[in-house]
């Protein structure tokens, strides 16, 4: 883990922490990018929910688990997609066609990869999960 990147941290203690069986992990330091990388995850039926906790400094996020997620992490480097150019990243990234999601940043807002092929908009490929 490295410090510079909270979106690979955040990612990567879910994952620990879905694979040792724990309900519930708390993320720190908070961003408005891990904020909405979890909505995405709750969206898509991933985690239960999660709530944010002012600390006093940066925050943290306590997210319930349910055990859903085999695995997720963050893509270095971004790749630029067009709206018709997931399955390329799809590939790559996921097990099997429709099975995980992209999460992808865009200029309507970070999304699923499925909502952005709905909304015929591209962006940058910035995380997984399945």
Not at 19 to 25: C, D, I, K, P, R
Not at 102 to 129: K, P
């Amino acid at each position: 883990m490295t410090a510079d990147d909270p979106l690979s941290n955040a990612l990567s203690g879910l994952n620990n922490a879905e694979s040792v069986g724990h309900l519930t992990h708390d993320v720190m330091p908070a961003s408005n990018l891990v904020g909405s990388v979890l909505e995405v995850f709750y969206d898509r039926g991933y985690i239960d929910g999660f709530e944010f906790v002012d600390d006093g400094k940066a925050g943290e996020f306590e997210v319930e688990l349910k055990g859903a997620i085999n695995e997720c992490g963050s893509v270095k480097p971004r790749h630029a997609v067009g709206a018709n150019g997931f399955e390329k990243w799809e590939k790559r990234y996921l097990p099997a066609r429709d099975y995980g999601t992209l999460v992808v940043t865009t200029s309507h807002g970070i999304m699923s990869h499925y909502e952005a092929r709905e909304e015929g908009v591209g962006g940058q490929v910035i995380a997984y999960v399945y």
